[in-house]
């Protein structure tokens, strides 16, 4: 059964710093990796898709990684503001389930002071 | 519409009783996944609707739960004898048709769902 853990669970910087959020997922037979923000009471928005063939993806000042092999992912986000903080959720797409289900970690919950 | 949207925002209802969760994918998006959130938990799969196929129901967690998908768009997630611990957030995603390499998958702001 495909686990996806986030380390860490939660991290807090201060404006300006560069930050990896990790990933990584015990089957390495994905179709795609996605990474998701969400706020507070609010749903997920996607920021990043990378499929199993491509190694990164780029988004502004969002840069994710994918090594499908060694089953981790990190999230590199430049210049931290405060609005970054929210909780990082990635999910895999596993093979062995078919196309339907998504398998989430449980998040990292970043805070970023100004 | 310009988003998935999901009614109602936030419903309490007494244990026992039933409730109804609707969700309204991204225009043209054929998949459709229905998702719990748990305080402090991760997601939880519940139910895809892919096209004009049967649905994949492995995720749903009892069968109190069932949902349905009329006419390829809309689709609602049903609760019958509700218990507290069904109390979570239920998130609604649509995507266009899943191929090998996937498609994104956008969600709507969510159910909240109290059971006192």
């Known amino acids: 059964k495909q686990e996806v853990t986030q380390i860490p669970a939660a991290l807090s910087v201060p404006e300006g710093e560069n930050l990896v959020l990790n990933c990584s997922f015990t089957?390495?037979?994905?179709?795609?990796l996605q990474w998701f923000r969400q706020d507070p009471g609010k749903g997920l928005t996607s920021l990043l898709l990378?499929?199993?063939?491509?190694r990164e993806q780029t988004s502004g000042r969002l840069n994710a990684s994918l090594d499908k092999s060694s089953g981790r992912s990190t999230l590199y986000i430049a210049a931290s503001q405060p609005g970054d903080s929210a909780t990082y959720l990635c999910?895999?797409?596993?093979?062995?389930?078919?196309?339907?289900?998504?398998?989430f970690g449980k998040g990292t919950m970043l805070l970023v002071s100004p | 519409g310009a988003g998935v949207s999901q009614s109602p925002s936030n419903k309490v209802t007494e244990k026992g009783k039933d409730v109804e969760l609707r969700c309204d994918p991204i225009?043209?998006?054929?998949?459709l996944y229905w998702y719990r959130q748990s305080l402090g938990q991760g997601l939880e799969f519940l139910i895809y609707?892919?096209?004009?196929?049967?649905?994949?129901k492995s995720g749903l967690p009892s069968d109190r739960f069932s949902a349905e998908r009329t006419g390829g768009s809309v689709s609602t997630l049903t609760i019958q004898r509700t218990q507290q611990e069904d109390s979570a957030v239920y998130l609604c995603?649509?995507?266009?048709?899943?191929?090998?390499?996937?498609?994104?998958?956008?969600f709507g702001e969510g159910s909240w769902l109290t059971v006192v």
């Open positions: 609707f892919q096209g004009n196929s049967a649905p994949d």
């Open positions: 089957d390495s037979a994905i179709y795609n």
């Open positions: 990378i499929q199993s063939s491509q």
């Open positions: 995603a649509s995507s266009f048709s899943t191929g090998r390499g996937g498609n994104t998958i956008y």
């Open positions: 999910a895999v797409r596993p093979q062995n389930s078919g196309y339907s289900t998504l398998t």
């Open positions: 225009s043209g998006h054929t998949a």
